[in-house]
């Protein structure tokens, strides 16, 4: 059975800073991954994916995360943070012919000034 | 667009109440998700629905039930709500794509129930 684990509950960044979220999932075979991300009192919105190729997936609102099969990790980068990333984002995964995702339990980005 | 909508963004209930939470999308998908969302837990799989009159548990079904009657309609009904059914409910689509299924789902923007 798939897991995700999302070791950050909470996160704070400078507006203008990197930034980098964490993500460890479990699972046997060649995961689908997935990050979201989720803006106060709204739904789920697919930032990127990654099912197979390139492990560098590039996704929308400039973030970018790197599939590392050594480490069974999928963390969200960004360059620069905006004041409108402040969200909470979950990262998922899934399993060929399977329709269930797995999400872990967010991390949520607060952005200084 | 793609679009995933839920009946009420925001409803009060009281304990003992039949409750009924609607999905509708239009995106033709074969499959339907009911999620609560609580603080600190993420997202937990109620129900899902892989075809019209099919449906399978999730992690939390209990004190659930769901309804699928036709393709792009999928409800969730509390039978009798209890105040620890309090939460966020999200309801996803996603497409069956022969044997390479991509699993991506697409959300609603989420009803907030609380139940008194």
């Known amino acids: 059975a798939q897991s995700v684990t999302q070791p950050d509950i909470h996160i704070t960044v400078s507006e203008g800073a990197s930034l980098e979220l964490r993500c460890n999932y479990s699972y046997g075979a060649t995961p689908y991954l997935f990050w979201y991300v989720q803006s106060p009192g709204q739904g789920l919105q697919l930032l990127l994916k990654?099912?197979?190729?390139?492990?560098l997936v590039q996704g929308i609102k400039g973030f970018e995360a790197e599939f590392k099969r050594s480490q069974s990790s999928f963390n969200l980068r960004k360059p620069s943070v905006h004041w409108s990333d402040a969200a909470e984002y979950f990262c998922a995964v899934g399993a060929k012919g399977f329709q269930k995702l797995v999400f872990g339990t967010g991390t949520r980005l607060l952005v200084s000034p | 667009d793609v679009k995933v909508t839920q009946s009420s963004r925001y409803l009060v209930k009281r304990t003992g109440e039949k409750v009924f939470l609607e999905c509708v999308q239009d995106?033709?998908?074969?499959?339907m998700f009911w999620y609560r969302q609580d603080p600190g837990l993420g997202l937990r799989l109620i129900y899902f629905s892989y075809d019209v009159k099919m449906k399978e548990k999730g992690d939390i079904p209990e004190g659930y039930s769901v309804s699928r009657e036709k393709k792009e309609r999928f409800s969730l009904i509390l039978e009798s709500a209890s105040t620890n059914q309090t939460s966020m409910y999200l309801c996803?689509?996603?497409?069956?794509?022969?044997?390479?299924?991509?699993?991506?789902?697409?959300f609603g923007p989420g009803t907030r129930l609380t139940v008194l």
């Open positions: 990654y099912f197979s190729g390139d492990t």
């Open positions: 995106m033709d998908h074969e499959n």
């Open positions: 996803a689509s996603s497409r069956t794509s022969g044997s390479s299924s991509y699993n991506e789902q697409f």
